[in-house]
């Protein structure tokens, strides 16, 4: 196979996601990098998200068979060549041009699933035309008439999968966002302007190209129908609360939705028990990348206690990915798949289409190299007895406690720790 001399200037330039991070903070004006890497108040949730993964070291086993190595995965019975997909990010047109379509090319081109978010800036009919995506998050509050026709628009779509996001009862105080200028509705200014002049491919590339062939963005799929532009007061988003929103209205949506259901922000195995209780097919363990409650611990620490509540339910992993090795991590404690955000957004941003084709090829090679060594042919075969927390101590006992506790339906080898 040929190599593009596209390619092998983004094999030069990407060794890692990383990379890509640096690149897309040169690229973006401040406001757009500070509102996508930052968290909340402090950012202790943000930083132990990767924290969590530094406290594990491997323990490969050799002399093992594994020239017949693949990221092959099955996700509700499907096959996917990748074990990890596109998380959800609202209103990622800002930052990378038409990003949720380049994001739904992606991942029809490589294998992987994607979660178009609801407040993403392309309708998302077009989005899965484009794509074939197929699972949609929404962000819903608790009044029956919105989330019912919210719902119905999703399956005339061809949506298949409906993700309801349900931590974030009220908008997280996202102080850096402010002191970047960035808040919605966006208010045009001098220093909007000098922060879009001072980084003229953003602005050429992604802003006014945006405005000049698709007018100014609007949040197309938070509800039923159309919602307020970017640069208005009118229905936006950042407004809406979401207080409301209870276990009688998941009863609701399982009511209604035919297609896969799943939770995502779940980081308490008794809230996974509940969800199991109301028919939930799925959970993405997620503490919303840090962005919402300050403080939270990270998903990885919650997830062996998730999983072994879940039952016969897909637990899915959500944050701080950026390397095979955390990937591998995750799928230890529990993970049955992985979905990773903020770097497939910064590789839309540095490079489009090719930067977010780049960074999953990129990811898919640490795994596969990450296998290779540590004596196993697939990521569902990571266990704990493949980690050992460093100082030594048990790894199935991990930092969740002293005493585990059984929980009914749990799948072995996982175990909850109070």
Known sequence: MTTSKQEQRLQRRYLSLDDFEAAARRRLPRILYGYISGGVETDASLRDNRDAFAEWGFLPRVLKDVAQRSTATSLFGQAHALPFGIAPMGASAMSGYRADLVYAR???ELGMPMILSGASLIRLEEVQAVGAASWYQAYLPGD??????????????????????????????????????????????????????????????????TLLRHGVPHFENMEATRSGPVLSARGNPADWTRADLTWAHVAEIRARWQGRFLLKGILAAEDAHIAREHGVDGVIVSNHGGR???????????????????????VIYDGGIRRGSDLLKAYAFGAQFVFLARPFLYAAAAEGLAGVRHAARL??????????????????????????????????????????????????????YP
């Open 363 to 416: 990811l898919q090679a640490e795994i596969m190299r990450n296998m290779a060594m540590l004596g196993i042919v697939r990521p569902a075969e990571m266990t704990p007895a493949l980690l050992m927390r460093l100082g030594g101590r048990d790894p199935d006992r991990a930092s969740f406690g002293a005493d585990p506790v059984l929980v009914e339906g749990a799948r072995a080898p996982v175990r909850a």
């Open 106 to 108: 992606a991942a029809k």
């Open 144 to 209: 029956p008439a919105k989330i019912g026709a919210l719902v119905d628009r999703v399956a005339r779509a061809g949506y298949d999968t409906f993700v309801l996001t349900v931590d974030v009862q009220v908008p997280g105080n996202r102080e850096n966002n402010f002191r970047n200028g960035y808040r919605l509705p966006l208010r045009p200014g001098p220093r909007l302007a000098w922060q879009g002049l001072t980084h003229p491919r953003w602005l050429f590339g992604t802003g006014l190209r």
């Open 292 to 314: 919402q409650l300050d403080g939270t611990i990270s998903p990885l620490r919650a997830l062996p206690g998730v999983a072994a509540a879940a039952g016969d339910m897909t």
